[in-house]
């Protein structure tokens, strides 16, 4: 794998405070934070309702309102700040540099790294890190070429990094096709994503290896069987609400279900001491029409209501 890897500078990700104290748990967030755009238009991207002028009138107030809301969701997920944050939906690096450096999180010290993919809406995926717990080695873009009548869609991002405690993570965030058109026909197209990231895995065999995202698809789907294939082993499968009001990250016409996933290979499983969604109250709003409670998201249809995110966070802790 090392002739596609980019080396980063040590100078640039090393913190003084790496070989801090040792807490107790390494904590992992993956999190789908809907739509998170800037209120600029980028050149080639279909983002224009994302715009002030935009049907969805998104002003700038909208928009710090959206990024401390992410930010106010993150802290949320653990007693302890997360270490590491899988970020699916967000359009670019200035809604990063703005998340990271002038939102609620900015005090939080976390750095990142993302793709720049051809996905025709402009959305990519993200790691939030903490210097200070790991550091990467290595990352890479992995692109997806499309299929027939398949969109563009968004790169695989992969990082290699070092936990504090001298642990060595294999990182794959994903954001696979959605159903549009119905599950058994984009199949193929979530297949194409599944290809590439298991030709990345097999020479990985035998590695801490963490792969995450919004996978378009259940736990018993067919992109899930095909990483379990692969000797993952999806660790958030039966995961529920730390508050008990979810039964998964995401609720469609009065069920919840997930189709956000963290999956582990075996040499991490061990390591696995708690796998939860959060349910703070703060994320959900009543179901009026099915009854119980649903994600609060950010839009209902093109109605602007001040939510957070129409999935849940997932969250894993580990012995590392």
């Given at each position: 794998?090392r ?13 003084h405070?790496?070989?801090?104290a040792?807490a107790?748990?390494?904590?992992f967030v ?9 209120t600029?238009?980028?050149e080639?991207?279909?983002d224009?309702e994302?715009?002030?002028e935009?049907?969805r009138?998104?002003t700038?107030?909208r ?13 949320s997920c ?12 967000v359009e670019?690096?200035s809604?990063?540099?703005?998340l990271?450096?002038?939102?609620l999180?900015?005090?939080a ?5 993302m793709?720049s993919?051809?996905?025709?809406r402009g959305i990519?995926?993200a790691?939030l890190?903490?210097?200070?717990r790991f ?6 873009c992995l692109?997806v070429?499309?299929l ?7 790169d695989?991002l992969?990082?290699e990094?070092?936990t ?6 294999h ?7 959605s159903?549009?058109?119905g599950e058994?026909e984009s199949?193929?197209?979530r297949?194409?994503?599944m290809?590439v990231?298991?030709?990345?895995l097999?020479p990985?065999q035998g590695k ?7 996978f ?10 095909l990483l379990?294939?692969q000797g993952l082993s999806n660790?958030?499968?039966d995961a529920q609400g730390?508050h ?5 990250t ?5 069920e919840?279900r ?9 040499s ?5 001491s708690g796998?939860?969604?959060?349910d703070a ?6 179901d ?13 249809g ?6 957070f995110?129409d ?6 802790k580990?012995?590392?």
């Amino acid at each position: 794998m090392r002739n596609w890897k980019r080396c980063l500078s040590l100078l640039f990700l090393v913190s003084h405070s790496f070989f801090c104290a040792f807490a107790q748990s390494f904590t992992f967030v993956e999190l789908n934070c809907e739509n998170a755009f800037d209120t600029r238009h980028d050149e080639g991207k279909e983002d224009e309702e994302f715009t002030p002028e935009g049907t969805r009138r998104w002003t700038r107030t909208r928009y710090w309102r959206k990024l401390n809301g992410l930010g106010q969701t993150i802290l949320s997920c653990s007693d302890e700040l997360p270490d590491l944050v899988a970020l699916v939906e967000v359009e670019n690096d200035s809604v990063l540099h703005d998340l990271t450096l002038r939102s609620l999180l900015r005090g939080a010290g976390y750095q990142y790294l993302m793709t720049s993919s051809p996905d025709v809406r402009g959305i990519d995926v993200a790691l939030l890190y903490q210097p200070a717990r790991f550091r990467p080695i290595c990352y890479d873009c992995l692109s997806v070429e499309p299929l027939k009548e398949m969109r563009p869609t968004r790169d695989i991002l992969y990082v290699e990094g070092e936990t504090q405690r001298g642990d060595t993570l294999h990182l794959f965030i994903v954001h696979a096709p959605s159903r549009y058109g119905g599950e058994l026909e984009s199949r193929p197209f979530r297949q194409q994503v599944m290809n590439v990231l298991t030709s990345a895995l097999g020479p990985l065999q035998g590695k801490h290896i963490v792969v995450a995202g919004d996978f378009n698809d259940y736990s018993d789907g067919h992109a899930l069987r095909l990483l379990e294939a692969q000797g993952l082993s999806n660790v958030s499968k039966d995961a529920q609400g730390q508050h008990g009001h979810a039964k998964g990250t995401y609720r469609y016409q009065g069920e919840w279900r997930s189709i956000d996933h963290v999956l582990v290979s075996a040499s991490l499983l061990q390591k696995v001491s708690g796998v939860y969604v959060n349910d703070a109250t703060f994320l959900l709003e009543p179901d009026e029409r099915y009854g119980g409670y649903k994600p609060r998201r950010t839009y209902n249809g093109y109605r602007y209501q001040r939510g957070f995110s129409d999935h849940l966070p997932l969250v894993v802790k580990l012995g590392l």
